[in-house]
């Protein structure tokens, strides 16, 4: 038996399907490679428990049975997910049915990765999960949290009519190595920039909040969500209640990066940004015993040095 890493080649999934690898897992990492990088899951190609699946979903599932289903598989960031529209909706519908069928046939236990954005731009701070959102069904950012909301609708519709062991974790963003220079999401932006001497984007007035998790504590508690009993047919959130702003967050980046940039403020590249993002973790610190470990500056100089090789690694090869 196996577990399953749905675009396990993506930012979350190549650390997850690491994770699982040192845990002893065997590891079927699928994904279609529209936004996921091979060179972040190539160092597993040589493990006997890794195996590496380009598929799309959209189109079906694999041919496996997998003790264990994590579904990561969508576009994640504002100009992945408008560059990919439909795609996006088809993943987080047709392709998470295809899964969820997956975990019928091979009763499989079933993670749907979720994200924050279903609550909009918040009315409710900190967000608990309880929360019903203050969304959008037709705005600029609809096709990822209608897409989200819709998978999550899917995942519990199979619980209650087929009896599916699902949990769903609703990330909150998320940084860390392996993130893809030109992403497009606050820290990859402020890293490159602060790294390359560019000015540092600010987008509005800076002023609008997030609560940044490192990889490893997120991966820590997608496991963790995924292996507790008690949080079968639960939602739990999962990022770092450590709130600043986004001008914060690029000065300091600015000062851990040794850079020069200057901060240069920008109209909102994509509409109906949430002023406010901050997780409530109480279910996941009582259901999980989760909570983050590594602190902002600790994190963030850690992906400062992995984007610094990336880049010395491009200049090289250009």
Same mark, same amino acid.
């Given at each position: 038996m196996a577990d399953l890493v749905a675009g396990g080649a993506g930012f979350l999934g190549s650390h997850l399907c690491q994770r699982l690898i040192d845990a002893g897992r065997t590891v079927i990492c699928v994904d279609? +490679? %529209?936004?996921?990088r091979r060179a972040n899951v190539?160092? &597993? &190609?040589s493990s006997p428990r890794f195996a590496l699946l380009e598929l799309d979903l959209t189109r079906g599932a694999p041919e496996v049975e997998p003790e264990r289903i994590y579904h990561l598989a969508s576009p994640a960031s504002p100009p992945g997910y408008t560059r990919f529209a439909i795609e996006t909706m %088809?993943?987080?519908s047709e392709g998470t049915r295809h899964l969820l069928e997956l975990a019928v046939r091979t009763e499989a236990r079933f993670l749907y990765a979720s994200t924050s954005e279903v609550y909009g731009d918040p009315l409710e701070h900190p967000q608990r999960e309880g929360y019903r959102g203050n969304v959008s069904s037709?705005?600029?950012?609809?096709?990822?949290?209608?897409?989200?909301? +819709?998978?999550e609708a899917m995942t519990m519709a199979y619980r209650r009519s087929q009896s599916v062991d699902v949990r769903i974790a609703r990330i909150f963003n998320t940084y860390g190595p392996h993130s893809d220079p030109d992403?497009?999401?606050l820290v990859p932006n402020f890293i490159v920039q602060a790294l390359?001497?560019?000015?540092?984007?600010v987008y509005g007035d800076g002023k609008q909040t997030r609560s940044l998790c490192f990889v490893s504590d997120l991966v820590d508690g997608l496991m963790r969500l995924m292996e507790s009993e008690a949080a079968s047919g639960?939602?739990?959130? &999962?990022?770092?209640?450590?709130?600043h702003t986004v001008l914060e967050y690029a000065e300091m980046t600015r000062r851990l990066a040794c850079s020069n940039s200057e901060i240069a403020f920008a109209d909102y590249a994509v509409g109906d940004d949430p002023q406010r993002r901050c997780p409530d973790i109480t %279910?996941?610190?009582? &259901?999980l015993g989760w909570e983050p470990v590594i602190g902002l500056e600790e994190g963030l100089s850690k992906t400062i040095e992995y984007f610094r090789s990336e880049i010395a690694l491009q200049e090289c090869t250009a």
């Open positions: 279609n +490679f %529209r936004t996921g190539e160092h &597993l &190609l %088809r993943v987080n037709t705005g600029p950012r609809s096709m990822y949290d209608e897409a989200k909301r +819709f998978g992403d497009g999401r390359t001497g560019r000015p540092i984007t639960e939602v739990v959130n &999962l990022g770092n209640p450590d709130e %279910r996941a610190r009582e &259901l």
